[in-house]
């Protein structure tokens, strides 16, 4: 009788010993009531309690937790624009007290203080500031994050705004503006190109007039000191300037006609203004000839003959 008074007996006192112990896990802390009164935070660990007495209230996890917050508001210039922040809070291990029993939804908590610091901070900023400014509402969202949780045991880490988002037909205005700013500028190095090429151009084509000209002016210098030395030579043969232009001008009418007769398919046709004056011109044209071939004649008399000439 006294063995099955004993086997539940002990049978009880080991369960009251096997409830006497419980495991926290890393990065965990345990809230221990007694009688519904808070009695102590354990923390990771084998940790030891009263049963029936006390009794595990709530476990609060002490790593980095990460909350994505999207807020949709208004900007300066009445785009609407929906921003989403990503706030990232830890529980202050010292404070596992005031985070279990001062707030009871956290997220719910986060989530108002993002809204009220985001629509307290985009309208005054135009749609472009806020894609250029978004640090500076992350930094003002943990501002005001950091003051109202610090008092319940919840530090902010970091805030951050990871995506803006208009509206599709303003994001599609924006694209149409940067297109047309980019075939603005485009066409713009285009024509400062088509501008260098044409003054170039000019500047090549000037320069070719100048050295054309040079060398007309180069070939006509030529030609008037060809023209001095024959009526010098001229001269010392007892010609006088006016016979020696006269038979210059002859020789050049014929060299022309010559260079006019090795082309194929020219006519050439001389029109004098008159008969008497085309007569003259011809009678003028034979005695220069003729007076040519005598100068040439005396020339030739009076070239030294070679010494084994007899």
Known sequence: MGTFILIPILFFGLLILFMSFFVVKQQTAVIIERFGRFQSVRNSGLQMKIPLVDRLAGRVSLKITQLDVIVETKTLDDVFVKLKVSVQYVVIKDKVYEAFYKLEYPHEQITSYVFDVVRAEVPKMKLDDVFVKKDDIAIAVKAELQDA???Y???IIKTLVTDIDPDSQVKAAMNRINASEREK?????EGDAARILIVE??????????????GIADQRREIARGLEESVEVLNKVGINSQEASALIVVTQH???LQAIGEETNTNLILLPNSPQAGSDMLNNMVASFTASNMIGEAMKKDQPKPKNQK
């Open 149 to 151: 949780m610090l008092d």
């Open 201 to 214: 151009k000019a500047k090549a084509e000037a320069e070719s007039k100048r050295l054309q000209g040079q």
């Open 254 to 256: 014929y060299d022309t």
């Open 185 to 189: 500028i485009a066409a713009q190095f």
């Open 153 to 155: 045991g919840y530090d």
